[in-house]
């Protein structure tokens, strides 16, 4: 079973049973948003996430062991197209600087790390609109000389 | 004076100065991440904080008066090299996906704005590493039927 | 079923049955321009447009569902060949520039949304030649400091 | 004087003098789209239009001059990145084929014309947040056969 | 029955019957070179001439249908590579720049269409060796000022 | 006197002189397509034509030279923006396949050259419409086993 | 049979016979180059050659037709990657302009054709390690004046 | 002194004193072609021939010293524009997959080098248009197991 | 049996087996590297290895052919979306003038082949965390002149 | 000063005095190749390396400043055209999914560090033709769940 044989299973189970992510992670031990990233491909579960994961949704030990399959991370299109993606593109391109400066007056000549990494979704309730609240939180790795 | 002269400006005020985004953005009375997106060129500041950010960095009217024009946001690349703009760049090609599911779930079909937006940069201290915490903040806007 | 399953389904039973985007929309209570797009996978249809428009075309209870799936909206091509769609690209890159001078003259630093939107299409008939009317309505969203 | 130089120097002047787009177009008798993207050096304006332009910035018979030009007419992203000018490109993206698709239903087998074509920009009020009201209007091309 | 499946089974049939463009485009009466692009799919015909093509082929009512389908028109190369067609290619990268020039001082600012346009294509017998005359038509269409 | 500085100095004599490409054509003995296309620097021209050109715009023997120089043909759009030279590559496009065959069918496999060729624009008048009928006139090379 | 099936199964059957370019090349009365570029469907054969390969591999009618069939040049990269033949790829870019500048120091204005071509390939041993020797001869075409 | 600067220098100089690349390579005691490629800036001479090319165009010790410095091989397009390097390319395109079987079959797995490399050009005169003979030798690279 | 098959067939027996490239390359009497590129189809083995690769999967003669294949090598992406290969690219760029920069100053003008070339990677134990250690060992090659 | 002009102004003094990186680097008590890195504008100094540099060109203290400024890597060529480099490229595509096979074994799921990270260049002497040791030191960094 490849990564995109199990990533149909699992939304198709997912939808068949009416579950959510939140449901998702909570059986699996781990964040919604971690939880989703695997079943969409983009990481590896250990062992018993991942057999509670297929057990959730109701399939069998193959989905189990697909996503514990070290992932290809790949995507197809430089830019994105769907706006949701996209709007956090133009955020790059926009505040890519302003971070670089941020990061670099805060913590010196390195980098956030997207390997030791995790992020984090809230909904803010808001009267003048709810609002997304996103959350990155990752490592900083600084150059070092040699 | 444009947006680009006036970014050289700032930026050469700024480290002859000596100064920090943390004390601009106090004397402008916005965040520092705000302020520098303006200084950058990606954003325009009203009149008050332009003359103030002019001010505390020794420099002219015509710096204040371009912080106030409306900017043209404009990138290069269409994918960054710079490994700390490329990183996020990641984060959005690796967890686009996971992102997009997850506020579907929590709001509906709609997306996070990259307008009526705000951005906060922190430094978590850590002992196995200090971590950057990045927070985005945005108004969810639905899709409407009509 | 997929959307673009379904989009070939609908196309065909459209076809078939000889109807018109006029009559889906009006079979779904929604404008014709919406009805399509929400037809072609680019939007979703709450549940009662979906059933309507299922209905009137003789498509079963898989299309309806399908048409209240959250859309991934992609294309293809970053500079579109079809002669119809070229002509809206160019117009795009001839008067991109000047709308976004008049959006800045009337309503300041911001732009049209084009998630609070809506579109439609007329036929002014004119003895020189019948015109296309392609009005977008878009609401105004103004950049914020913080 | 180029294009360009003739752009900066309106610009420049513009922004000296404080003055419009809606009042240069008055001045031009012409709409201020029009008479905007005609500055930017994208279209070409008559002798007394330009002379009229020119004569209301202050500006000499250089760039009356060079008004009435045949532009040039280029742009250097396939992929516009300012936010005001991305939307646009995201809802030729979003709904160029439901566009075509109605086209072809009121008119058959044709395009809009960019070319025999005028735009209009208006401000709706609304108390849920003013609206762009962007409207295109193009002469409908039939293909024909030979 | 797809544009492209309508397409493989006219070019299978043409090769089976052995006929010609030439034949083709006597029995639609039409121009070859128009029907040999609707055959392709680039281009859409009436009820009778489609019946025609389909009849002095052998094919059935399904071909004659897609034939009268209005054609999304799609290439999938930026640059061609073909050399028949590139060459064409590099004749619009060398002389692009000197049609606009002869273009402009014969008839003004403006273009010649591509959508009321026909196209004829002649074999010019020349002792030094047989030339290809390739004729373009198209309407002139000037800007207008609004 | 690079091809660009000679192309600058013949644009701004012709503009200054108020004379023409056919005029200019006629003084060196040339097609005016041709000529303009030496002048715009895509072709390099014979001793004679060179001078009598260069004369003709009151212009030195620098220009007369680098009209001789041999060229380097280069554009930078690999798709065309400006709108007259963007139909002629939405042409190529369209119906290079179709001109492929046609080819093929009259002449056999091989190419229309775009070396041993030469151009022709006229004005064809016409009470619906005035008319560009654009002459590609290049020699039949056919493929050669060996 | 399609240029790509015909391929196939003429790689197929080479292998399976264990046969060699050399030995079709000398089967066709053709240079082995020329027979493998029809071979892999770059180019087409006249009737006896293309039967005395088909008949060469055991294969049928089929494919001696498909070779005799006009192909369509394609390829996919912009840029090679396979070694053997992005080392061409460099040369052209290393050495494209040194090439350029003796051809016009030998020829005067035009080019090398492609089209009418040949080309073959020599193995040179050395002692300090073998020498592949690829000729490739084409007709000088000049650039004409009209 | 840059390697842009040096070629410039040297292809004034060149022009100037109307000599040529086979005169240039005489007095390197080098081939034209390789004299021509360093003259560009695309390969380094040692020392001697360096300083007879400076001195045969009269140009002093500093273009001499650039001649010697190891170049940095760049092109700017993926996809050549002038006809004479295009048609390079294009051959690359056609008849790449056929250098490789044809090497593969003289010579195993591996590659014809392009730094141990040497080229040549001739003229062939012949009655039905001279041919230009370009042979490029290359060192054959086996690719080695470990 | 295409290279494709044959690496899809490879990496399903090796997840079966639960062997790994160590194990595998031991039974080729090879480098696990160079194993691993064959069998992902980047390189070719001989007869003994290819048949004891083969063997060690429990695999039959198809594969043990199919290693054995000249490969074509090729890539999809221009820029490598996965992190593990992208942090690679990545030194490539970052890095790559400063190479160039070394090699030159140790060995001259010439290139580090990718043909004459081996590669190991190591895991260096650090209690700082362990350290990947990759040795790319490539044949320097002088440019030579002629 | 800019990076670019620290770097030419590096480039020009290190060539005037005869020196090298080796030179430069045991004047800075760092690796060559990070001391190349660093004047080639890739990574920062601190100040005593900084100054060292500086003072063993003859530079002052304006190249010793800017040699401590954080950089902003960046790279035009998304493909490399200088052989040296596009070799690594090269081995980049032909090698990626081998190492990252390698480092998954040896690791587990993770990737090599590019920030965390040294390199090494020797030179390995060997009678068939000296060969370049390149040698890259990067931490594993284990994806993590969350």
């Known amino acids: 079973m490849t990564k995109d044989e199990m990533r149909d299973a699992i939304l198709d189970a997912k939808k068949a049973k009416g579950t959510t992510w939140e449901a998702l992670g909570a059986a699996a031990g781990l964040a919604p948003e971690f939880t989703c990233s695997a079943c969409l491909g983009m990481n590896s579960l250990k062992v018993e996430p991942a057999e509670a994961v297929a057990q959730a949704l109701g399939l069998g030990p193959d989905v189990a062991a697909a996503l514990q399959e070290f992932p290809h991370k790949s995507w197809d299109k430089l830019v994105p197209t769907d706006p949701v993606i996209y709007r956090l593109y ?28 995790s992020m984090d979704i809230q909904k803010e309730e808001n009267p003048a609109g709810d609002r997304v609240v996103l959350t990155l939180n990752g490592k900083f790795l600084p150059y070092k000389s040699w």
């Open 90 to 117: 133009e955020i790059v391109g926009v505040y890519g600087e302003t971070i670089k400066e941020i990061i670099h007056e805060k913590f010196g000549d390195g980098i956030m790390s997207a390997i030791d990494y």
